[in-house]
């Protein structure tokens, strides 16, 4: 059984950095492209991040883009969000998920398999 782990969310200010993780166990990672995802209170869950098998493709929703990065840890079945100048409108709870069916529309939450439960990352001004 896969298992979706987030850690590292925490309430932090305008401008601060807060880096937040997700590992899984129960599967072969390298099997898995990798996405972040969130939702704020009355909100859908949107898409923040994606990056591939090895890393060595990365996606990101236009308005996190040049603040956050995401990276992977495949000896460590780990993947990790790093957030820069951070907004208040960045407040919601981040979802780590991942994904079989492959690169190509990594941004839709529906090719996801394997969600995480969260973790709240609140940024006040």
């Known amino acids: 059984q896969v298992q979706v782990v987030e850690s590292g969310g925490g309430l932090v200010q305008a401008g601060d950095s807060l880096r937040v993780s997700c590992v899984v166990s129960?599967?072969?990672?390298?099997?898995?492209?990798m996405g972040w995802f969130r939702q704020a209170p009355g909100e859908g869950r949107d898409f923040v991040a994606a990056?591939?098998?090895?890393?060595?493709?990365?996606d990101y929703n236009y308005a996190v883009k040049g603040r956050f990065t995401i990276f992977r840890d495949n000896a460590k079945n780990t993947v990790h969000l790093q957030m820069n100048r951070l907004k208040p409108e960045d407040t919601a709870v981040y979802y780590c998920a991942a994904n079989l069916k492959g690169w190509g529309r990594q941004d839709a939450s529906s090719e996801y398999t394997y969600w995480g439960q969260g973790t709240q990352v609140t940024v006040s001004s």
């Open positions: 990056i591939s098998w090895e890393g060595g493709g990365k």
């Open positions: 129960g599967g072969v990672f390298t099997n898995y492209v």
